[in-house]
């Protein structure tokens, strides 16, 4: 269900027990007073929503080296918890930041909202050479800039790699061979699973895009009111006719990602790969520590022998609000938070393991070259950032939430027996459209 | 009871004095100071919110195209909004069932400690109280780890007997699930209520019954029963208002069970509608809707009862 389920970003890192916490301390929240210009000659404060792990050191890094803009940070919550702050905010016109992180398939929620400043008109455009392409488009439209990119997750797929060579499985380079072998997993270890089905949006969006379905268009640049919503082409109904099927025959599991369930599956040789993202690692370390060193990554099962297609699973970006006092000072807060920020990326690469988008520190050899015990050694950014650069243009609608929720509760209702898997993506796109045009949105299919 | 009682309980005079009414229009500005902080709250936290809300119900805001006024368009919508009304059917379902069983321990449970009296009693009254106390989404989290698979007790039961472990997230047991949460936090809390209603039963009426030959089930059932129906009634019509608003556990076990769709409870539909979807107006009216069924159903309640209270 929305405002759930998707939750993921910084839940990724967090032990599910610590959710009652984060629950009551997003409860316990206090909204930022916003820019004012420092009157007395003093710097120009700008309130800063965000959940970033470890970001402490990335605003004292910021504050550090400005003295005309200062940043105050709030964490008011994970992903939905922040967003239904935020909606809360500009619905009621008072209330929100100055610079909010978004996570880039919000995006286009935000503009119809009519909630986020262009930041072209602060000079921002000069930064479109520093980021990945993909990145930099999903953030813009046209000349508007909605958002500065921070951190992608590209795809690639975790194995464990002392299991699949004790029983002598090859790694699979093609969805094919993936099935073929959760079939051999399955018959080594009749409690095994080749991986969860985890329920996750962002996730079976990821895996949609690696197929080359571009099931959403939208520009407001071109057409507030125009959407492109088309979930059933064949790119699309390949992922879930292949998830699906192995759901059926009990190779798939189906707790949802980021549970205590799903985690110590992973630690327990429950699942045996995880189609993941570049900030897994992050993720892993820190909660896998029983089967720690025993994983690799292997680039992404292609649908097509010996081909290079890639996706994306999560990633955030600073966007400033129109609700900001001081718009350009919170434009280059949203432009060097991050940025070109020497001292912000080494909290955020060492620390958060953040997957970066500026595409110089992601070429740096020593984040490519870093090697990750919890790898076996393995050099897993050899695999994440060419991956990251392969990345083509994806769009997000308007409404992703709703999309991403349909996705999940119509997978449910198929893995609950509910549902056949085949009419999973009809009965999500005749609803999606269906609410689009109640929402005012003249539709392609 | 087939006897009238030998011993009546004085009937509290119908009519207050007159004395004191006099007095108390003598200084309406000092009524009105006093009523006063009460009703700025009343006003402030509950009327103009609600006043806002219906206003916010009568019109309609498409992402694409808008504010506009639409009067009833909205509660047209929620009645015949399948995903709403299949939360509406949900809810009910699960009141029918759940409800009853609930007010049921809570009735044995009241009798029984008022019964015994003991010290026992009063260490059970606390024990029975305690998970009313924790917060309610502490309680689901920790409802949600036992009912774990990897980590729960209870999953593997029937592993112990040659079955099959138990998904207790599945969706046929989900409302089974979750039914037992709102159990284990509640039965305690309407145990307290009804057995305080007992401390008010005359003990010359109990005594009237032993002499009457009667047996301590027979007192229960036909003496004190009766004599607490009213609150039972009133735990009855809280209980059925807090399944009609069911959200809080639904919300937090979303994240172990997928199952629990973004309509799943009236109430968690009309969250996401406001919190997911930037739907505000709809949510607003969803939420009237909601409150205008929980009036007439607690409305219903209480006619019906009275009638079979005056009838019996």
């Known amino acids: 269900m929305p405002g759930i389920s998707r939750w993921r970003r910084a839940s990724r890192r967090l032990v599910p027990v610590l ?122 439209d046209g000349d508007a800039v909605h958002a500065i990119p921070v951190d992608g997750g590209p795809m690639a797929l975790m194995y464990r790699k002392d299991l699949f060579e004790q029983h002598q499985i090859p790694v699979p380079t093609t969805w094919a061979e993936y099935a073929e072998a959760a079939v051999k997993i399955k018959a080594a270890d009749p409690n095994a699973y080749v991986a969860s089905f985890g329920s996750d949006g962002g996730w079976i969006n990821g895996l949609m895009w690696q197929a080359g379905c571009r099931p959403y268009g939208y520009s407001p640049a071109e057409g507030r009111e125009r959407v492109t919503i088309a979930l059933t082409g064949p790119e699309c109904r390949k992922v879930f006719d292949l998830h699906g099927d192995l759901v059926q025959r009990g190779l798939m599991a189906q707790d949802p990602f980021f549970t205590a369930d799903a985690t110590a599956a992973l630690d327990s040789g429950k699942y045996w790969t995880w189609a993941a993202a570049g900030w897994t690692p992050g993720y892993v370390a820190g909660s896998l520590t029983r089967t720690a060193g025993r994983w690799a990554v292997a680039p992404m099962p292609q649908w097509t022998a010996g081909g290079d297609e890639q996706g994306d699973w999560g990633g955030s970006t600073f966007t400033v609000t129109k609700q900001a006092k001081n718009p350009g000072a919170a434009t280059t807060v949203a432009r060097e938070l991050f940025g070109t920020s020497e001292a912000a990326w080494d909290v955020g690469l060492n620390k958060a393991f953040l997957h970066p988008l500026v595409t110089d520190v992601a070429a740096d050899p020593a984040f490519i070259g870093k090697s990750h015990d919890f790898f076996g050694g393995q050099k897993v950014n050899e695999i994440f950032v060419p991956v990251s650069e392969k990345l083509g243009d994806f769009q997000f609608t308007p409404f992703q939430d709703f999309v991403f929720g349909e996705l999940n509760d119509r997978s449910a209702e198929a893995m609950a027996g509910e549902r056949p898997w085949s009419t999973v993506l009809e009965e999500t796109q005749k609803n999606v459209v269906a609410h689009a045009e109640q929402q005012g949105f003249t539709v392609t299919q | 009871m087939t006897r009238a009682l030998p011993i009546a309980p004085p009937e509290p005079s119908g009519r207050a004095p007159r004395r004191s009414s006099r007095r108390a229009t003598a200084h309406p500005l000092a009524g009105a100071l006093f009523v006063l902080p009460f009703f700025l709250v009343v006003v402030a936290f509950l009327v103009v919110p609600l006043g806002f809300a219906f206003w916010l119900s009568l019109s309609s805001k498409s992402l694409a195209r808008g504010t506009r006024f639409s009067g009833v368009d909205n509660y047209v919508r929620a009645f015949t909004d399948p995903l709403l009304l299949d939360g509406v059917v949900r809810v009910v379902l699960f009141g029918v069932v759940q409800i009853p069983i609930m007010l049921g321990v809570a009735l044995a449970g009241a ?168 739907n505000f107006h709809y949510s607003a009216a969803i939420s009237f809707t909601l409150g205008f069924v929980v009036f007439v159903v607690a409305h219903v309640f209480v006619v019906v009862s009275r009638r079979r209270g005056a009838a019996s």
């Open chain 1, 19 to 140: 959710a009652a916490g984060g629950l009551l301390a997003a409860a316990a929240c206090t909204t930022g007073d916003g820019a004012e210009p420092g009157g007395d000659g003093g710097p120009v404060r700008v309130s800063v929503w965000a959940w970033y792990p470890e970001f402490a050191g990335v605003v004292e890094a910021f504050n550090a080296s400005h003295t005309d803009v200062q940043v105050d940070w709030t964490n008011v919550g994970t992903g939905p918890d922040q967003y239904a702050k935020l909606k809360t905010a500009f619905e009621a016109g008072t209330g929100a930041p100055d610079v909010a992180m978004v996570e880039f398939q919000q995006i286009p929620t935000f503009v119809v909202l009519d909630a986020l400043a262009d930041m072209g008109q602060y000079g921002a455009n000069e930064d479109e050479h520093l980021y990945a392409e993909w990145a930099w488009s999903q953030a813009t």
């Open chain 2, 111 to 278: 009798l029984a400690i008022d019964a015994v009296g003991t010290r026992f009693a009063r260490v059970y009254r606390l024990v029975a109280f305690t998970p009313y106390a924790v917060p309610a989404v502490l309680g689901a989290l920790m409802w949600g780890f036992l009912y774990s698979r990897t980590f729960g007790v209870f999953a593997d039961v029937p592993v112990l007997f040659g079955g099959q472990p138990v998904d207790f997230f599945s969706s046929s047991l989900l409302l089974v699930s979750l039914g037992n949460i709102v159990t284990w936090a509640w039965t305690g809390y309407n145990t307290i209520v009804l057995y305080s209603a007992l401390q008010g039963v005359p003990r010359e009426t109990c005594e009237a019954a032993v002499i009457d030959g009667a047996s301590p089930v027979q007192i229960a059932l036909r003496v004190k029963v009766p004599a607490i129906r009213r609150a039972v009634s009133l735990a009855a019509i809280f209980s059925v208002i807090g399944t009609v608003q069911f959200f809080t556990e639904p919300y937090v076990m979303a994240r172990f069970a997928p199952q629990i769709s973004a309509g799943y409870t009236p109430n968690l539909y009309a969250y996401n509608q406001a919190f997911a979807y930037s």
